[in-house]
């Protein structure tokens, strides 16, 4: 019996979950209207209207002018709060900064621009994420905007809608609670959480040649055994430049490592060192350490994901490329 009551409470919970989140489209950029702004009496609010009907009741049998005066008084003020809660929020505009991406289990930072182009700034004006109890409150001035910042936990790696979004207002009296809920289109990137001690950098053998040895190396033997030299290249750590040389043929030369193939490192899901049966999640997060590592030592690395290859280079942009491409394997593209 207990169990049926509370499944159809479920229910109907899923049904309003629904109709909010279905009554308006998905957008990074919407105005708040009376159409999409709701409003409900708080605890406050409902315990004032009953205080409010028993005034009422007292007043009419015991003929007390004074109590009619009182209750009148106190109802006036509260539908006045009423109105004014609800243009606290009518007519807002909101505009979200897509997040950047981040690591598995850390922190989602987006921003949202509120602007109010009315002529009174709207106080107490809080925004959270959908069904959390962590609200950013902010002031929005008239005719001006507010920045406000909203955290959530990151969940697995991949491409992931940004949940929904609540703004809501109590003000002034907090009688009344006022709420929208805002569907974002924009989507954040997840990479995979980089294995916390993963071993030194290993080197899996370029693509057409076969490894000599051992295909595991470290990165400080990439970094130490040289046995040549090359002309620089644009891009090329300075450390690796030969001073002495470049002054004796007024061109600048720089070393080349034994370690990998044109002194180019490549990171394989296949040779990642961990033993057979290890789950995909393991090697994502050992190859994600990796690629972080490779591009603190400014080295030249490329890529391999099953039968999809990037390139070696180097920086900031190749980084997260080799970093997305973690994120959404064994997808190529979202």
Same mark, same amino acid.
């Given at each position: ?5 509370? &499944?159809?409470?479920?229910? *109907? ?6 109709f ?5 489209p ?17 605890? %406050?609010g ?10 009422l009741? /007292?007043?009419?049998?015991?003929? &007390? ?6 209750? !009148?008084?106190?109802?006036?003020? %509260? ?22 991406a981040? !690591?598995a289990?850390t922190?989602? #930072? ?9 002529q ?21 001035? *008239? ?10 936990? %990151? ?9 929904? &979004?609540?703004?809501?207002?109590? !003000?002034?009296?907090?009688? !009344? #609670? ?22 030194d ?17 470290? *990165? ?8 040549g ?12 430049? &030969? ?8 061109? +600048? ?13 490549? +990171?394989?899901? %296949? ?14 997060? #050992?190859?994600c ?11 030249r690395? /490329? ?19 080799c970093?997305?491409? +973690?994120a ?5 593209e979202?």
């Amino acid at each position: 019996m207990h169990s049926t009551a509370a &499944l159809e409470v479920t229910r *109907a919970g899923s049904r309003w979950q629904r109709f909010f989140l279905n009554r308006n489209p998905p957008t990074d950029t919407t105005v708040l209207t009376q159409r999409t702004v709701y409003i409900l009496p708080t605890r %406050a609010g409902w315990l004032l209207g009953v205080t409010l009907l028993i005034l009422l009741l /007292g007043s009419i049998n015991y003929q &007390l002018n004074l109590g009619y005066v009182l209750t !009148f008084l106190l109802a006036g003020s %509260a539908l006045v709060g009423m109105h004014v809660a609800h243009a606290t929020l009518r007519g807002l505009t909101l505009q979200l900064h897509p997040p950047p991406a981040v !690591f598995a289990g850390t922190t989602v #930072r987006a921003t949202v621009q509120v602007g109010n182009p009315g002529q009174r700034t709207r106080y107490a004006v809080g925004l959270g994420v959908w069904r959390s109890e962590h609200w950013t409150w902010a002031d929005i001035p *008239a005719q001006g905007s507010s920045m406000v910042a909203l955290n959530w936990l %990151a969940p697995v790696r991949g491409l992931h809608s940004l949940p929904p &979004l609540t703004v809501q207002t109590c !003000f002034p009296l907090g009688t !009344f #609670r006022v709420w929208t809920v805002w569907r974002t289109a924009a989507r954040v990137l997840v990479y995979p959480a980089p294995e916390p001690r993963a071993p030194d950098l290993a080197l899996a053998p370029p693509p057409g040649l076969r490894a000599a040895g051992s295909q595991r190396h470290s *990165a400080d033997a990439s970094l130490e055994d040289w046995d040549g030299v090359r002309p620089y290249r644009p891009g090329d750590p300075l450390k690796t430049v &030969l001073w002495k040389k470049a002054a004796q043929r007024d061109t +600048l030369v720089s070393r080349e490592a034994t370690g990998s193939a044109c002194g180019e490192v490549w +990171l394989d899901l %296949a040779h990642t060192g961990l033993r057979a049966g290890a789950d995909t999640e393991a090697r994502l997060a #050992r190859l994600c350490a990796w690629v972080l590592a490779a591009h603190q030592q400014e080295l030249r690395f /490329g890529m391999r994901l099953g039968t999809k290859t990037i390139a070696p280079q180097r920086g900031l942009a190749h980084r997260n490329s080799c970093l997305r491409a +973690l994120a959404l394997y064994p997808q190529l593209e979202p």
